[in-house]
């Protein structure tokens, strides 16, 4: 079993940044694909962005890409998005995801097995 705990949203303006983060209990965490999905007020959850198991091929959107940046540290179970030059657009519910499989590919596909709670993220114009 994997618990994932999201941290680090907040308020920023549009053009900042900001650095959201996902811890993971549970040996195995390195061995699993992981993702950022983010639902925004009445519209459907979205992929954001994937990583391998070992962070050598990553995945992104197109309305992030050049923009965000997926990162993971195994040693501390922990997975990044390094969000860059937000937008009013991107302000959302941003969640973790962690698939069983350790290609970045399960993630796009939604074989998702396990969820964070969710971290708020809010971009002000």
């Known amino acids: 079993q994997v618990q994932l705990v999201e941290s680090g949203g907040g308020l920023v303006q549009a053009g900042g940044s900001l650095r959201v983060s996902c811890a993971a209990s549970g040996r195995t965490f390195s061995a699993y694909a992981m993702g950022w999905f983010r639902q925004a007020p009445g519209k459907e959850r979205e992929f954001v962005a994937a990583i391998n198991w070992s962070g050598t091929s990553t995945f992104y959107a197109d309305s992030v890409k050049g923009r965000f940046t997926i990162s993971r540290d195994n040693a501390k179970n922990t997975v990044y998005l390094q969000m860059n030059g937000l937008k009013p657009e991107d302000t959302a519910v941003y969640y973790c995801?962690?698939?069983?499989?350790?290609?970045?590919?399960?993630?796009?596909?939604?074989?998702?097995?396990?969820w964070g709670q969710g971290t708020q993220v809010t971009v002000s114009s």
């Open positions: 995801a962690a698939t069983r499989s350790s290609l970045a590919s399960a993630i796009i596909r939604g074989q998702n097995d396990y």
